[in-house]
């Protein structure tokens, strides 16, 4: 052999080692899926104490690192800005969900109900660092082409524009006049219409697992499975309707009761507290007619069943990534958005449309022709044993369960306080993604999450510190986080006098007002809520009403 094909040969085998090399660099990088449930109540997986059928999630729990002490945003799409970007909700244009048009918000900074530039999506950050990105289900963060997932660092999407949809077909809300009869879907760039016949849930796994099936096998992505399920409408497929007949008869204070007990048993909740009375406008279900408890416990039959289908469906797009080499190499994030959901316009004055258009009758509930909710006393049950639901700043409204499992992810139940902002952070820090001080010669705001990728490797070092504040303020209410304590005001967050004190340690509940005893504490964290009305621009309506047309009358 002669030199120069020796030099050949060694040069061949040098260039294949090279590539192995990165190859093999390149399978080190992690995926991540994230999955997000709509509107899921804290006891409902059973992992937190419910008894719905949820192995796939469970098993999720079961291999990783399970969080009892998460929360979110009050409703969807402020907290799906904070989610996607790791900025306070007004910094990323949704200080309101409700449409600000012809309101006293419209225009003003912080309630664009638009996906700000002002912030910076992290998935483009990904899709910068070679990671192929994919969304699929409901988006609800504004109906601008900017604001699109396409244009916010997806490579492919199918996403559902508005807040909710019939699960089975395009029919809208039609709740106001900006609220059309038919619901907006998109495609990348273009509209789309819906896959008539084909249930929600289904069709946004396929869109996932289509997405992964035609990737690369040293591809890494980052995939978002956005279901809308159990979000109202209560419509389970067929084969999932009855599966729950007769599981809720004896009643939503029951439920509640059960679901309390059980979390304690899983040292969810501390032991040695008691179950919070419930909220005084909710009925005794005994005061409530053999018709009316019937009617009742078909509407949580429904939820179940949906939840149910919902986590079969996990199993199926967990298969998928198992099937394509993919599932070994991926942390998968389990999450909910918000509180359970207490809203039901089909019995609220503006669903009058709905109401013309779907039939709730008993023989009919659950079909794509119906359009039932499950309300406040369901919602209740499904928080226990937290004070209120979604659209509160009230422990029910912001505490949601958590599961992230997969590579390289420790097995632990964590307690420790954890907030959606936070989770922007630890997604990149997990996939090795540095966030700039620029981004396409624009100044990004710095972070306001705080990564707990170390946590999920086994740390056991506190995430935040004690005298950190959390605040929120939303459409009328307004908290402010530190430590053990919650200062809540959901009255009039004008008034610094409304504000009650919490200790959420020894009363989840949030039922002791215990302000008067702790007036260096009140000071310090009304400090911090004036200054955060001025960073953020807080401004309030004269007319306090106004502030949120959804909130309960009592």
Not at 465 to 485: H, K, L, R, T
Request: hydrophobic share 35%; charged share 25%.
């Amino acid at each position: 052999m002669n030199r120069i094909m020796r030099i050949a040969i060694l040069l061949s085998i040098s260039l294949l080692f090279i590539s192995c090399r990165e190859n093999i660099k390149e399978k080190s990088t992690p995926n991540l899926l994230l999955i997000i449930a709509d509107d899921l109540g804290y006891t409902d997986l059973a992992c937190y104490g419910g008894e719905i059928n949820t192995p796939t999630i469970d098993s999720l729990a079961a291999t990783g690192m399970m969080f009892t002490n998460f929360h979110t945003g009050a409703m969807c799409a402020p907290s799906r800005s904070t989610l996607f970007t790791g900025q306070d909700h007004h910094l990323a244009g949704w200080g309101r969900q409700r449409d600000v048009r012809g309101t006293f918000y419209e225009g003003k900074w912080g309630y664009e109900n638009e996906l700000s530039d002002r912030v910076l999506a992290f998935p483009k950050l990904l899709q910068q660092n070679d990671y192929q990105t994919c969304f699929a289900g409901k988006w609800h963060l504004g109906k601008s082409q900017n604001s699109m997932p396409y244009n916010q660092g997806f490579n492919q999407s199918f996403a559902l524009v508005q807040g909710a949809a019939n699960h089975w077909n395009n029919i809208g809300l039609g709740l106001s006049k900006f609220d059309g009869t038919k619901s907006l879907y998109q495609r990348n760039e273009s509209k789309a219409d819906w896959p008539s016949g084909k249930y929600s849930t289904s069709v946004y796994t396929d869109e996932v697992l289509e997405f992964v099936s035609d990737l690369d096998s040293t591809d890494s992505f980052f995939a978002v499975a956005s279901y809308t399920a159990p979000h109202w409408p209560l419509q389970p497929p067929p084969t999932f309707k009855d599966k729950y007949k007769g599981k809720y008869d004896d009643g939503y204070l029951a439920l509640r009761e059960k679901r309390f007990q059980s979390a304690k048993t899983k040292e969810l909740i501390d032991g040695s507290i008691n179950l919070p009375e419930g909220l005084d406008h909710i009925k005794d279900w005994k005061e409530l007619s053999p018709e009316e408890q019937k009617i009742e416990a078909r509407k949580m039959e429904l939820y179940a069943a949906m939840l149910e289908h919902l986590d079969s469906d996990i199993n199926r797009l967990l298969n998928g990534l198992r099937q394509a080499g993919q599932l070994e190499n991926t942390i998968i994030v389990f999450m909910s958005d918000n509180g359970a959901d207490f809203l039901d316009f089909y019995n609220h004055p503006i669903g009058s449309f709905l109401r013309d258009t779907y039939n709730n009758d008993y023989e009919n509930m659950g079909d794509p022709s119906s359009f039932v909710s499950y309300g406040p006393q369901w919602a209740q049950a499904c928080m226990s044993p937290y004070s209120y639901y979604k659209g509160y700043l009230a422990e029910g409204g912001v505490r949601a369960p958590l599961i992230i499992s997969g590579k390289g992810i420790t097995k632990d139940l964590n307690k420790k306080y954890l907030h959606i902002q936070d989770l922007a952070p630890t997604i990149l820090d997990l996939l090795k993604t540095p966030y700039p001080e620029t981004f396409e010669n624009k100044d990004l705001p710095p972070l306001q999450g705080k990564s707990f990728a170390e946590a999920l490797k086994g740390s056991k070092n506190e995430i935040h510190e004690a005298s950190e504040f959390f605040i929120d303020d939303f459409q009328g209410m307004a908290s402010i986080v530190q430590g053990d304590f919650k200062l809540l005001n959901t009255d009039d967050p004008s008034d610094n006098d409304k504000f009650k004190l919490y200790n959420l340690k020894t009363d989840p509940g949030e039922k002791k007002n215990i302000r008067s005893n702790h007036r260096q504490q009140i000071r310090l964290m009304l400090e911090a809520w004036e200054a955060y009305k001025e960073e953020y621009r807080i401004i309030y309506p004269q007319n306090t009403k106004d502030l949120n047309p959804y909130k309960e009358k009592k």
